[in-house]
């Protein structure tokens, strides 16, 4: 039996249209002058936040999901924070300098910093989380840290930090999210995953760790003794665990929260929203993660290993309709591998448009002809559990993937049970999105090089591999000239594009969106995953 050839776009537009409302406009968007408060910041009030999905633990490199950044964030800091533009800005880090041989870095450290339990924070806190904690920890960090031949605390406000050659990105490493500074006192000589004070997280960060009642809340209180004067401005900061989308739109509506980010509201609802006026909708604050969203594929499991099977599925997919009719046109179809948030994107290395007659010509020349049911092939899909307009793209996939003979079984699992199966490689397509930290050799590379093939989420779990691919980022990581990267970072783009390691779906745009009373709530590149010590009530 011939497959069913009918656009699965006009398919899902039947089964779409009345779930998701019958305006498609595209949120407004504010300037950066809009965001910003105009009036003198005062002390004071309580900020409700949703966080979803709930995280397994607070403590940053312990766990690196979209949640935990988001609300750690406020409970720990990093060396340095960052601008619109992705320039260093301070933070536990006053200031800095660099050789001029670009391999010695010097952080001169804010003074009278305390943690969260009252003991002082010094630079032996910084070395110890570089060099020990986030090395043992993150994939990502340890293989940039790999770099640094010495680390030292020549005084308890200074550091230094000497690597074995020039790296341009180098200073993009010490945002709190990519590395937040933890006490040496609590976690030096201890199982770093199993201390029990990850129960209870102590940083320096302007708000400080109160309670959790899982399933319901967390909540962060004002550090009093926070170094930055007269800041935190707001006394607490209540993340509130609402599952349902249904009911998280209602706690907007209602006023029971006065902050949404990320996935928190389905993309369907938020033109409604842009039309209150007490209501601010915003874009900007990804400019630092570059969020990139793609089909995880898994190598492992044939067809996938061939790329005839990879380009098949990718040009079945009309990404516009994803764009469009999901996300109801926020974000922007990607291009391939790099996001065009990037630094050394190249535009003119896109992947092939949808094309389902091609896809199915690829599938027969494989030998896969349909059987009676006019299928080719059949494949598990694990959902991400994100929130309902994953489980809408899962569904919309399964639809355009039988227009050419390749029948998906779904399954669903919560976010705890997803990352652990990535981790140990048992899946067979899921969704994933990872961010790039606005350098290749920061967020991308992890994805794809051999040497990163380990059984920990967001490294090269599918594990693809191609020595040329291997060569192409070391080219690429290593060159000191910018001219330099971006020669073999376009090779690699237009390599990856024709390999289709993963398959690439959507540059993602979150919407923030806030009660207008609260002041400064996105004021950087890192925006909801900022200290938020800024923020008031105006």
């Given amino acids: 039996m011939a497959p069913n050839r009918r656009s699965p776009a006009g398919l899902r537009r039947r089964d779409f249209l009345a779930a998701a409302g019958a305006t498609l406009a595209a949120p407004a968007v504010l300037g950066p002058g809009d965001a910003l408060g105009q009036g003198t910041p005062r002390r004071g009030g309580t900020l409700n936040m949703i966080l979803n999905p709930e ?49 010695l870095y010097t952080f001169n450290l804010q003074e009278n910093v305390k943690w969260h339990d009252g003991r002082p924070f010094t630079a032996d806190d910084v070395v110890f989380s570089i060099g020990k904690f986030h090395m043992e920890l993150s994939p990502r960090s340890r293989a940039i ?69 899982r399933g319901n809340y967390i909540h962060l209180t004002r550090f009093a003794d926070y170094w930055k004067p007269g800041q935190p401005y707001l006394d607490d900061i209540y993340y509130r665990i609402i ?50 969203s793609w089909i995880e594929v898994n190598h492992r499991v044939q067809p996938l290993g061939d790329v005839r099977f990879r380009r098949a599925l990718s040009m079945a997919i009309d990404r516009n309709f994803i764009l469009n009719r999901l996300w109801f046109g926020v974000g922007k179809v990607a291009t391939g591998a790099f996001s065009s ?20 010509a690829l599938l027969d020349a494989m030998g896969l002809r349909p059987d009676a049911q006019g299928v080719r092939a059949r494949l598990k899909f694990l959902h991400l559990p994100y929130g309902e307009v994953w489980t809408r793209l899962g569904e919309y996939l399964r639809q355009a993937f039988a227009q050419i003979g390749v029948q998906l079984t779904m399954e669903s699992v919560d976010a705890g049970a997803w990352a652990r199966r990535l981790a140990e490689w048992d899946y067979e397509l899921s969704i994933n999105f990872v961010y790039q930290w606005g350098d290749p050799t920061l967020g991308v590379e992890r994805t794809y090089v051999s040497s990163n093939i380990q059984r920990v989420t967001f490294t090269n779990t599918g594990g693809y591999s191609n020595p040329q691919v291997d060569a192409l980022f070391e080219r690429g990581r290593t060159a000191v000239r910018a001219e330099d990267r971006q020669t073999a970072f376009s090779e690699l783009q237009r390599l990856l594009v024709a390999e289709v390691p993963q398959i690439w779906l959507m540059e993602l745009a979150f919407p923030t969106i806030y009660d207008r009373r609260y002041k400064d709530v996105i004021v950087g590149g890192t925006g909801v995953q900022a200290s938020f010590g800024d923020v008031y009530i105006g």
């Fill in 145 to 213: 840290f790999q770099r640094i031949t010495e680390i030292a605390a020549p005084n308890p406000t200074t550091v230094t930090i000497k690597i074995r050659e020039a790296f341009e990105p180098f200073l993009l490493m010490f945002d709190v999210t990519a590395t937040g500074i933890v006490p040496k006192h609590v976690y030096d000589g201890t199982d770093f995953r199993n201390n029990p004070a990850n129960a209870t997280p102590i940083g320096t960060g302007p708000f400080k760790f109160n309670e959790w009642r």
């Fill in 243 to 292: 599952p349902d989308s249904a009911s998280r739109g209602l706690a907007l509506q209602s006023g029971q929260v006065q902050l949404t980010q990320s996935n928190d509201i389905e993309p369907f609802d938020v033109p409604r929203f842009q039309q209150m006026p007490n209501l601010a909708v915003e874009t900007k604050g990804w400019e630092y993660y570059g969020p990139l």
């Fill in 55 to 103: 995280p397994p633990v607070l403590v940053l490199g312990v766990n690196n999901q979209g949640p935990t950044l988001a609300a750690a964030s406020k409970i720990y800091e990093g060396l340095l924070r960052y601008d619109f533009q992705l320039r260093p800005q301070p933070a536990l880090a006053k200031s800095w300098t660099v050789s001029p041989d670009g391999t």
């Fill in 341 to 360: 948030a990037t630094r050394f994107h190249d535009p003119n290395a896109r992947i092939a448009g949808y094309n389902p007659r091609e896809a199915a």
